[in-house]
């Protein structure tokens, strides 16, 4: 994501009804704040919000929240956010390393990481979404049976991803290197990375995580 200085970003995502602005508050509250005890499932990196928002559309019966480090990347998800009409998605600017200071144990029940940083240099490692150490963070959050999947057009990252997942302990339960002609494909909603990159032709990658072998 080329990121460039919006002015007046930060004010918007503080005025924006859409936008959690005291995230640490709702911490094992969630449901208070989306008024039901849906399953909730949260999108690190969201970017635009393109994924989120259609799935958002699609069950309402779920509870979504896109996260993004980045208020001049967020705010471009919220010119679209304003135009649907949408009780069960918010969104949070902040980055995910501080999760567990926004959900309780077991309080999400999936994690979507689409099209992450690869961060290709080793001594960054431990910045991709997929390191141990940001596993342990998902562990500290998510339900017993939540699961976290990941999608990237970057082979480099998956194949770091496929060794560094089961390192920090968890079960690899499904993954494909070409997830549009597997039978993972079915149901998938696209990013707005996926259409870029699928677009020139290449192969998107697509694995699901679980703690139970
Ligand atoms: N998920 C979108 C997609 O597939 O179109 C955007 C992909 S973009 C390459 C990755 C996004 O993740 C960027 O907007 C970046 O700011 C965000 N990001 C990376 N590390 C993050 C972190 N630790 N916490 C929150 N957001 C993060």
């Known amino acids: 994501m080329r990121l460039r200085h919006i002015p007046g970003a930060e004010e918007t995502i503080a005025a924006?009804?859409?936008v959690v602005q005291d995230p640490q508050a709702q911490k094992g509250r969630w449901d208070q704040l989306f008024g039901n005890t849906n399953p909730i499932e949260i999108e690190v990196g969201m970017g635009k919000g393109r994924f989120i928002m259609e799935l958002a559309q699609k069950n309402p019966g779920i509870n979504y929240i896109g996260i993004e480090r980045y208020s001049s990347v967020l705010l471009r998800?919220?010119?679209?956010r304003a135009e649907l009409e949408l009780d069960n998605i918010f969104f949070m600017c902040i980055d995910a390393k501080t999760l567990a200071d926004v959900f309780a144990p077991g309080e999400v029940n999936r994690i979507y990481l689409n099209f992450s940083d690869p961060w290709p240099k080793d001594r960054h490692a431990k910045r991709r979404l997929t390191s141990p150490e940001f596993m342990a963070v998902y562990d500290s959050v998510l339900a017993p049976e939540g699961t976290v999947e990941f999608k990237t057009d970057n082979?480099?990252?998956f194949d770091y991803s496929l060794e560094s997942i089961p390192a920090a302990g968890w079960t690899v339960k499904?993954?494909?290197?070409?997830?549009?002609?597997?039978?993972?494909?079915?149901g998938n909603v696209m990013t707005e990375y996926e259409i870029k990159f699928s677009a020139k032709g290449q192969p998107i990658c697509k694995l699901v995580a679980c703690r139970t072998p």
């Open 16 to 18: 924006s009804p859409y």
């Open 155 to 157: 082979r480099g990252l």
């Open 174 to 186: 499904a993954h494909t290197f070409d997830l549009h002609h597997s039978d993972m494909a079915e």
């Open 77 to 80: 998800g919220l010119q679209k």
